[in-house]
């Protein structure tokens, strides 16, 4: 048996499943310290099962959260991080940290280097690496205090080779100062890459901290079993490199939410709508994995281009404000205050809500105050709902061709059972702990992109080296080895470069191992 | 006169994105690269046409390369030493420069050196939006002659090409440099005197540019209509407004081409309309009847924030509004549509000029 667990803002769910039925399933509230909350959480799935202890079958725990998002955006407990950058010549006008807001980047030290190195598009060298520079900036790092360092290379997409021999030599010299490669979290993009990485060792003490205290915490409930973390493209890392590598879990609820409730619905290629007070979340699955955005994403107001899941949200749900000339929905909401500003609860306030209850979608509250809406603005008003899910919905789809559609999300009351755009509406049992589903539910992946020229090493061994390296990076995060799948192939033929350039993207799953 | 200070750059950025009609590469690193630059030198000046001294020496400055290498290997202050190359090879010193293409990136290259040799540059360019090719500028349709030219890179390098026999055959050899240097230089061109700018330049793009993106701005924090607020800066017209239902693309001679298929709304319901790119947005036909060809400007931009959507982000399902602005009257010349007209592009159609909306 798994047990998944989301520790999201506010709660803390968990649910144990035996293969794909859900055992038990218990919601708590977020600990300020997260490990408090995640132990009720697993005591409540443990003892709400099957009436004895269950810590013997367990095979493993999954855990999904954005306490690290959360302590970004709060600016609590980042490292004091120094970016070097292997750039040579090139790039040296826009250095490092030069887009930052200042309250983060006053947070993170703002210490940087740029240092001999660095690549071409093709991989040739733009200037060499330099062993006595890289000393050199780490001293200097170290005697203004720097915790972390974080490694940014020009094409190190392309060519690692310069980010490697530093961490390399950093590590041989100062072994406890943790040190994050852009090459092995970002794409193409240098700013974008070198601004993730930063992130990232900003996050590594809190990320090593966090992961160290729930790993203690299970195994004194005598849980010995592999711990993983749920990344933002909804496969698994295990623990060292979820310590490793916090930003790539940054985005792991929605994902996960999107994931747990097509595996409820028993679907692999769907759109989800999760409808909850305030927004709606509104993604799409390809394979069961959700479609990842194409453009730079911000974090805490700095541009990054590591893959996040492709959301649209809008501000539309159960608690949001109903206006009736003319006829608005949203965006205020009255939000956790519904049970007591709604009509149907004996408050004052027009909601969403109000609305569904009128049109006998549901039984909430006191469903007789709301028999005295007008019956027109009922329509009006859930017509209104309707058109816009139905536009966020064709937005996320790359065609016009239906798809199953699964709806969850305690607001999703508001909406029928037909939407344009959908095939079918499925609203999944235990959808509430989708996310933890999520979680449980979870396969482990690798992904590479790289920019091959094709004229000198042949497409199919480019495309033989991106798919090895896919499935080893897989392995290496805690996949069953000789049983990873290659998932997703994409070439895209660079045709302005010479020597018939090509970014080639792989992306491997496989089951976790068992050890 | 007037000066670029760190917010013009914000607003000339999104004005450029818009004026590059689906191409011309993101502003995005080009603004923050003159903006690290204005930060520590100050303002740029701006000097009008009129404003341009007779005995100026004018230099044209524009990023070479592929525009994803640019994002990578992020230009630093070459441009400033490719003006300055030139200046060695002719023995006169620039006191002006001049943009290229002031649809999308090249828009803020002259600032760069502008910053550092504290030069002005010139309010106008040489295209008025963006095209794909060097040859296609009204400086070379009009005579000028591209050399001698220098193509720089990051390292210290420099490249002159002292002369050529057409423009094409800059943009070759200038293209073979390119690829040695790693495929993000820079280069300075077509040395003009104030008489030749008055003549071949489209004047007061950069002002538009401007203009432009305030107007964007402004409607966004007021939560106006952005499309309006283009509309009421620059004469033009709504094309069409719809949802985005296909499209197609391929990569053919280095070029990103493709099509692009939007079903009407509101007022455009029941209707279709299609725009064909070659990196630009170039012709648009609603049902099938041709509506607006190059060099006339099609730019399609988000429905509702008005942000313009460059062609590799166009995809299924985006509310769009399409919008035509004429060209400026240099590319409207039998001269310039021999090289930016519909023909030049391998459409049979004759140029029929996009009236704008009448004003109110």
């Excluded at chain 1, 040739?124 to 520079?133: L, T």
């Excluded at chain 2, 923050?32 to 044209?60: K, M, N, Q, T, W």
């Excluded at chain 2, 193509?151 to 800059?170: L, Q, R």
């Excluded at chain 2, 166009?314 to 021999?338: D, H, I, M, Q």
Aim: hydrophobic share 45%.
């Amino acid at each position: 048996m798994r047990v998944g667990v989301d520790v999201g803002g506010t709660n803390t769910d968990a649910v144990l499943m035996a293969g794909r039925r859900v055992v038990s399933k218990e919601k708590t509230a977020t600990t300020p310290d997260v490990t408090t909350g995640v132990v009720r959480a697993l005591e409540g799935v443990l003892a709400g099962g099957e009436g004895q202890p269950l810590q013997k079958g367990i095979q493993a725990v999954m855990l999904g959260t954005t306490h690290f998002m959360n302590a970004l955006l709060e600016g609590r407990g980042l490292a004091r991080t120094a970016v070097l950058r292997l750039c040579g010549p090139s790039t040296r006008l826009l250095p490092p940290f030069c887009d930052w807001p200042d309250e983060l980047r006053a947070a993170l030290g703002g210490h940087l280097r740029l240092l001999p190195g660095g690549h071409e598009f093709d991989g040739r060298e733009i200037s060499s690496f330099d062993d006595d520079a890289v000393r050199d900036a780490l001293r200097d790092a170290l005697a203004n205090g720097v915790e972390t360092v974080a490694l940014s290379g020009v094409f190190s997409p392309v060519n690692p080779a310069h980010e490697s021999r530093a961490a390399e030599l950093i590590r041989q010299e100062w072994p406890d100062i943790p040190v994050t490669l852009s090459s092995e979290i970002g794409r193409i993009g240098l700013l974008e890459r070198e601004n993730a990485a930063a992130l990232n060792a900003a996050l590594s003490r809190i990320a090593a901290r966090t992961v160290e205290a729930i790993r203690g915490a299970l195994a004194d409930m005598g849980l010995a079993v592999p711990v993983f973390f749920s990344q933002n493209d909804g496969t698994l890392m295990d623990a060292e490199y979820a310590a490793r590598y916090p930003v790539l879990a940054m985005s792991s609820g929605p994902t996960n939410s999107m994931r747990g409730a097509a595996f409820l619905a028993g679907i692999e290629n769907a759109v989800v709508v999760d409808v909850g007070g305030t927004s709606t979340d509104v993604g799409i699955l390809v394979q069961g994995f959700p479609r990842a955005a194409s453009t730079a994403v911000k974090l805490a107001e700095v541009r990054t281009n590591f893959r996040m899941p492709d959301l649209i949200s809008i501000a539309l749900g159960g608690g949001s404000i109903v206006r009736r000339d003319p006829l608005a929905i949203g965006p205020s909401s009255v939000g956790a205050r519904i049970t007591d500003e709604a009509i149907v609860f004996g408050g004052a306030t027009l909601t969403a809500t109000d609305l569904a209850v009128a049109a006998g979608r549901a039984l909430i509250g006191e469903p007789a105050r709301a028999r005295a809406l007008d019956p027109d603005l009922v329509e009006r008003g859930l017509a209104e709902v309707r058109r816009r899910v139905e536009e966020a919905v064709d937005r996320v789809k790359l065609s016009a061709e239906p798809l199953p559609l699964v709806l969850v999300g305690g607001g999703s009351l508001l909406l029928g059972d037909r939407l344009a755009g959908a095939s079918e509406v499925v609203r999944p049992e235990h959808a509430e702990v989708a996310n933890a589903i999520g979680a449980a539910i979870a396969q482990v992946g690798g992904e590479v992109e790289k920019v091959y020229s094709l004229e000198r090493v042949g497409r199919l061994e480019a495309l033989a080296a991106a798919k090895q390296e896919a499935v080893a990076r897989a392995t290496e995060a805690g996949a069953q080895p000789g049983r990873v799948e290659v998932v997703e192939v994409e070439e895209v033929p660079l045709t302005y470069l010479p020597g018939n350039a090509t970014r080639i993207r792989v992306k491997a799953v496989g089951e976790l191992g068992q050890d | 006169m007037w000066q670029i200070d760190e917010d013009a750059l914000v607003s000339i950025s999104i004005g450029a994105g818009i004026l590059g009609t689906g191409g011309g590469g993101n502003p995005y690193i080009g603004m923050l690269r003159a903006r690290e630059l204005v930060r520590e030198h100050g303002p740029v000046d701006v000097l009008d046409l009129d404003e341009l001294p007779d005995d100026s020496r004018v230099i044209c400055v524009g990023g070479m390369g592929a525009p994803t290498v640019g994002v990578e290997k992020v230009r630093g202050t070459e441009s400033y030493r490719a003006v300055r190359a030139i200046e060695k090879h002719t023995g006169e010193r620039a006191t002006a420069l001049i943009s290229g293409e002031i649809g999308g990136s090249n828009s803020l290259e002259p600032l760069i050196p502008a910053a550092l040799a504290r030069l002005p540059v010139v309010d106008g360019d040489g295209m008025g939006r963006a095209f794909p090719e060097l040859q296609m500028t009204t400086f070379f349709i009009y005579g000028i002659p591209p050399t001698p030219s220098a193509v720089c890179d990051e390292k210290g390098n420099t490249a002159i090409i002292e002369d050529a026999v057409s423009p094409t055959w800059v943009e070759r050899m200038a293209r073979a440099v390119t690829i040695v240097m790693g495929c993000a230089p820079v280069f300075a061109f077509a040395p003009m005197s104030a008489a030749d700018v008055r003549r071949t330049a489209i004047p007061g793009t950069l002002s538009l540019a401007k203009s432009l993106g305030e107007a964007v701005r402004r409607a966004q924090r007021e939560k106006g209509d952005p499309v309006e607020a283009i509309l009421t800066t620059v004469p033009g017209r709504v094309l069409f407004q719809g949802k985005i239902v296909d499209v197609e693309r391929r990569t053919t001679e280095g070029f990103a081409r493709g099509r692009v298929t939007i079903d009407g709304m509101g007022d455009d319901a029941g209707a279709q309309l299609v725009v064909d790119f070659q990196n630009e947005n170039l012709v648009a036909h609603r049902d099938g009847a041709l509506i607006v060809t190059v060099p006339d400007l099609i730019c399609i931009v988000d429905a509702e924030r008005g942000e313009p959507i460059t062609t590799e982000l166009l995809r299924y399902g985006f509310r769009v509004s399409v919008l035509g602005f004429p060209a400026p009257p240099l590319l409207k010349t039998p001269e310039a549509l021999a090289v930016v007209g519909p023909e030049a592009f391998g459409y049979e159609a004759a140029y029929v000029p996009l009236e704008p909306r009448a004003t109110p």
